[in-house]
Structure formats: structure tokens, C-alpha cells
């Protein structure tokens, strides 16, 4: 495949509730007590990346008050993507995997945050991006 229009592209990217049974989009991050940290990871799909290429996916969370809350990066190397979650055709590959940042701390009350997946590769060409939102707040069962 040689239009640019559809390599190394994020196919999809939202957030996933690391504690919970059912780890499915989890927008709304609920806590029953404070001090609590996070427990969000992202589901995300990395269509038509070229073989034999390592790329970058920068995540970095921004809060609701502007601070960046995490802001890392994750290598993926796609000759060792797992097997299991990989289509490979014409010199590309798609698969399937999950990026767990570190925890960061939830202040009392609602929060909103925004979350950015940035996909670049080793020359620095950002090839790109996507954004999802979520959401921490008291657990409204528990009220």
C-alpha cells in the first residue's frame, strides 16, 4: 500500500479502567475514598504500521486546571508486537494492545481529563494522533 493516507495510523483510542472486571471504555473513573490514585489505561489499535519499524506513542494526560498529569512515552517495536492481536498484509501490520501510565493522584470532587496518543517514529515524523476524554469522581453508588 503506498498512500500515506492510510500507514502508521492510531485506529482507535479510548481509556480503560485498570481494576475493574470489565476493563471495556471506561469514561467516568469512579473513587470511594481519598487519598486515591488512578487506575486508567488506554485501549488503543495501531493500524498499517510498516514492518520492521519501531515508533514512539507520546501519551500525555492534561487535567481539568491545565497541569500535565502524565506525559510518557512507549516504545513499539513492530517486529515484537504479540501475535495474537496482529493482522499482517502487504508489508504492513495492525494490532491491538493496551499503554498503562503510572498512576498519578485524584484530587477530591469531578474532574475532567483529556488524554492525546501521539505517534511518531524514530526520525521524528509524527505520522498521528488521537484524543479521548474521562472522567474521576466520587463513586455516585456509594453516595
Do not use: C
Request: no cysteine; aromatic share 10%.
Amino acid at each position: 500500500m503506498n498512500n500515506m493516507n492510510f500507514i502508521n495510523k492510531i485506529g482507535s483510542f479510548y481509556p480503560i479502567n485498570l481494576v475493574a472486571n470489565n476493563s471495556h471504555n471506561a469514561f467516568y473513573i469512579n473513587y470511594e475514598t481519598l487519598p486515591n490514585t488512578s487506575a486508567i489505561g488506554f485501549y488503543m489499535v495501531l493500524a498499517g504500521l510498516q514492518i520492521h519499524k519501531v515508533f514512539t506513542v507520546n501519551l500525555i494526560i492534561t487535567a481539568d486546571d491545565n497541569r500535565i498529569v502524565v506525559n510518557t512515552k512507549n516504545t513499539v517495536v513492530t517486529d515484537e508486537l504479540p501475535e495474537d492481536n496482529l493482522i499482517k498484509e502487504k508489508g504492513l501490520t495492525s494490532g491491538t494492545f493496551s499503554i498503562s501510565p503510572k498512576p498519578f493522584d485524584i484530587p477530591d470532587g469531578v474532574h475532567t481529563y483529556l488524554a492525546t496518543a501521539i505517534l511518531e517514529d524514530t526520525d521524528g515524523n509524527i505520522w498521528d494522533n488521537a484524543t479521548t476524554w474521562f472522567v474521576t469522581r466520587p463513586d455516585p453508588s456509594k453516595n
